[in-house]
């Protein structure tokens, strides 16, 4: 939703991800660049050149990379909830003015402008419906990180 989201605002949006996996779904969704952060010269060749990075990673990330990502004044979002304490080179912070920030979720006056928001662009998430007896299936495809991108459970079949 935030690639829709960014580009029905009108942002030049690219999607960083591990490998090329998700190359062609970022395009559809409306991503003008895609970068596989598992290459070594993404963060060579895109240093310094965003205004925001959000980060939605769960996992353990350097994050002392992602912020040379991110241009003077620029700011690195995690919305993403990891389960081990991280690590940050403050100098990565201080050498650029750089801020790094977090979002858990929004108000309810934020999630209603939200919501108008993708109502008035014809935004929705991408949502794959599952009967209620796949649920355990459906339990094992999360785990295994086979998802694209969000369950819903027919409530008909429960």
């Known amino acids: 939703m935030g690639v829709k989201i960014a580009h029905a605002l009108g942002a030049e949006v690219t999607v960083l991800s591990q490998s090329e996996k ?7 969704l409306g991503a003008d ?12 060749a895109l240093a310094g050149t965003f205004d925001l990075v959000v980060s939605t990673v769960s996992a353990p990330l350097d994050f002392d990379a992602y912020l040379s990502l991110v241009r003077t004044d620029g700011a690195l979002v995690n919305v993403g909830a990891p389960e081990e304490p991280v690590k940050v080179n403050l100098f990565s912070l201080i050498g650029g ?4 920030a977090g979002s858990m979720i ?5 999630t209603q402008e939200m919501l108008d928001f993708c109502a008035a662009h014809g935004l929705g998430a991408e949502i794959e419906v599952i009967a209620a007896d796949r649920i355990n ?3 094992e495809r999360v785990i295994a990180s086979d998802v694209r991108y969000r369950f819903v459970i027919d409530a008909s079949t429960v």
């Open 33 to 44: 660049h895609y970068r596989a952060t598992s290459d070594p010269e993404t963060f060579t």
């Open 137 to 139: 299936e459906a339990y």
């Open 106 to 110: 929004g108000s309810i006056a934020e």
């Open 22 to 28: 998700k190359r062609e779904d970022a395009l559809r």
């Open 97 to 100: 003015r750089k801020t790094l």
